[in-house]
């Protein structure tokens, strides 16, 4: 007995009589391990999805067919949401939570917030959805490597704007957060600096500036995703970039449902004094916190870099032979541009032939776009276009022979996911003698010419039926719909009228459900033809049956449940009874620590800034850290940069921290030593700044630049640093120089000490009285007035 042929034997006709005149060479498209292991995942993936099909009843109301046209109806309502959110919100980190909280308050905003939320997580998961789907459809090599590309770089920014939209609540997830970005940070001298300036010290200020950066990196990332759409879209014809308009009203219901009954809420405020035990976090976007807390920050996320490149590397590391473009005849071309219109992919263009030709057009392929899926050769009157260099007759053939096989034949055409997936068994025995039912594998039903069921009647057969991939599920995204309409004489080619009224069928179900899609009906014959049947964009709600609609609607209620229960999930960041020791301090060796006895004025001798800083933590009389730091920078800014987070059990500690920062120093300054008790989730905050040697020019910077009205001097609101440049003051540029000589018997540090204590006892010409705040010497300490006039005097 011969062995029984492989599927790619059976399917190319190797081992049968049909080896010379199969139209498809299978062996190539199948017959690899690449695209069997995706013919797998597909099988069970269908197995799964059969459920949703059973459970939804119509195919309009799966979901599954539409996650691509989902994640961008779902990106406009989180910016939709986003632009009104951002409307409300402020920089700092205290006026930032009060700004969500205040948006929290109204019965609008917290519906909105919520919505935003709601539609951020859908639009992960249908994205996620729609790139696995993809991915089993072997729609990734090729020229449609750019749009996969695109997708996961798409996929890792709304990732990272979702994970920058929880960091500006400022909430306690935004101290998780923190500890997250704080051990990729503190391995690096410049990322300990970041730290120190921007969050945790006195340095930040009110964190405006700490929040400007994370909502630009939000809004940059969003701007970044719809340029990268455009990318992923750029390749197709027609493309569709919203759902059926039923979706879209369907989705939006259920989300701002969803959002007013279950709205999003506050955690408390992020203190910087307090470790959360318990904490609410989004597993679609917050998933990475516990290795990223937990995991070595190299390992962690050079494997998170490793990861995405290996996806994003899919289409070069899936290796299979590559399938050659369609051949154009040009001596049958007609230049009908029937093909170019029906490309999905942009890979036909119709191009002048030489002066006196009979035909002004002539088809021509572009290789590097077309990915042989074969639509075009059903939209070919005269023949022109072949497939794997072998002629289209051979399709054609294939039809009356099959057809011609009984009295009483059925000719099914399919395409290559039903073929390799629930027509499996049909097509691994083809041509079995006096079989009455005849499976012909295309590569897309697209690929079929109406006229092929002109020719299996022609030939004998007493019915033909088309059955093709679900509403918006084609593999080639418009062979169903093209199909359709040529069936209906609505695109050229038409079916010839003579067979209009002839027993054809169209059945659009899922590859896996192809057995039950050639069965008879009760009613003894397939479903006749039924326009729009092959398109979702046509259903309306209106016409629809109500009770049908509950099924559908329940699934995508259950979903979006699912999904609000996956946003609020509880995790403890931290172990149970444990507390912390923060230490922080940028730290000039030499300068005295502020609010320490200590040797402070104008005439001490030049401290050595090139000595490193030596420090002891000792608790309960053991030492837990003892390290030393180098200075880094040039110049008078020289300073080393230390942030150590040292956990303990809670409970009452001695803890001893001392330093040592000078050659020849006896014995080390001692910056705390206290006795404490520390409840679990408390942090010890040891933060210290340098004292005063004279003013320290580059903390009088951060004075003028900080904008918190009533809490600093706000001095760039008044007054520019450019020459000429007049805000509401006079520009300070050269404000040095000018101080020497403003006031005959004052020095340039007491004038612009007396200018900014008393503004009006020296009116500049052109300015009048009292425009200069009077209150600087109620917002400012000594220090920081020294900072700002040893600032001011730089601006020679």
Known sequence: ??????????????????????????????????????????????????????????????????????????????????????????????????????????????????????????????????????????????????????????????????????WMIWDERATVLNQSLFRVLETFRTGINLILNLIVTDTAGTGWIFM??????????????????????????????????????????????????????????????????????????????????????????????????????????????????????????????????????????????????????????????????????????????????????????????RASKSKDVKVVFTCERHAYQGGKSFVETPNPAGSDLQVIPLTCIGMAHPDLAAKAFEAGAKEVQFVGCPLEDCANREGNVWLEQRLFGQRKPKLRRAYVEAPISTTWVAPNEFKKAILPTPKGNQEPLEKGKATAYGFSLQTANWRGLIPGLGLLGLILAGQIWLSDFTYRPFPANQAMVEIAMSHKSGYPIHGFPGPEGEDLPAPDLSAPTHLVLTIDGTNVLDETYLPGGDGPTRAAQIFEQIMLPSGEHHVILSMNDQPGQTAPAILFDEKVTLVSGQELTLHFTDGSIGGDPARGEQLYYEMALGQNVSCRVCHSLDPGVVLVGPSFDGIGTRAET?????????????????????????????????????????????????FLLTLK
């Open 212 to 401: 400007v950066v994370i909502i630009t990196f939000h809004l940059g990332l969003s701007a970044l995703i719809g340029g990268l759409l455009w990318y992923h879209l750029k390749r197709l014809s027609r493309p569709k970039w919203l759902p059926p308009r039923y979706w879209m009203w369907l989705t939006l219901g259920l989300l701002v449902l969803g959002a007013a009954l279950v709205p999003v809420g506050n955690l408390p405020r992020a203190d910087g004094v307090t470790l959360p035990g318990s904490v609410s976090v989004d597993l679609w976007y917050l998933f990475y916190l516990p290795a990223a807390l937990n995991w070595p920050p190299l390992l962690f996320w050079g494997g998170v870099l490793i990861l995405i490149s290996l996806v994003s590397a899919v289409p070069w590391l899936l290796i299979r032979k590559p399938l050659a473009p369609i051949a154009v005849d040009a001596d049958r071309c007609t230049g009908c541009t029937l093909c170019a219109a029906d490309c999905p992919y942009k890979a036909i263009s119709m191009v002048a032939r030489e002066e006196g030709h009979k035909h002004k057009l002539l088809a021509v392929i572009d290789p590097q776009m077309c990915v042989s899926c074969g639509v075009c050769v059903g939209s070919c009157p005269p023949l022109a276009l072949s497939l794997h260099g072998r002629p289209p007759e051979t399709l054609w053939q294939e039809t009356v022979t």
């Open 742 to 790: 403003r006031i005959p018997g004052m020095t340039a540090k007491e004038y612009l000490r007396d200018s900014i204590l008393n503004p009006d006892h020296y009116k500049v010409e052109g300015f009048e009285d009292r425009q200069m705040l009077q209150n600087f010497g109620e917002i400012l300490s000594e220090e920081q007035l020294d900072d700002l006039i040893a």
């Open 1 to 166: 007995m011969p062995p029984k042929p492989s599927s790619a034997q059976a399917l190319s006709g190797q081992g049968t009589e049909m080896q010379e005149i199969g139209p498809i060479n299978w062996e190539i498209r199948q017959n690899n391990p690449v695209r069997r292991t995706l013919n797998f995942f597909e099988r069970i993936t269908l197995a799964g999805e059969s459920f949703v099909s059973r459970w939804v009843g119509r195919p309009e109301f799966n979901p599954l067919y539409h996650t691509g046209t989902l994640t961008v109806f779902l990106l406009l309502i989180i910016l939709a949401t986003g632009v009104y959110l951002t409307l409300f919100y402020q920089f700092g980190f205290e006026v930032s939570y009060v700004a969500v909280s205040k948006i929290e308050a109204s019965l609008i905003g917290r519906i909105i917030r919520a919505l935003h939320r709601y539609a951020s997580g859908a639009a992960i998961l249908v994205a996620l959805l729609h790139g696995w789907r993809t991915f089993f459809m072997d729609r990734f090599r090729g020229p449609r490597w750019l749009a996969w590309v695109s997708g996961v770089v798409m996929a890792v920014f709304i990732w990272g704007a979702g994970v920058t939209g929880y």
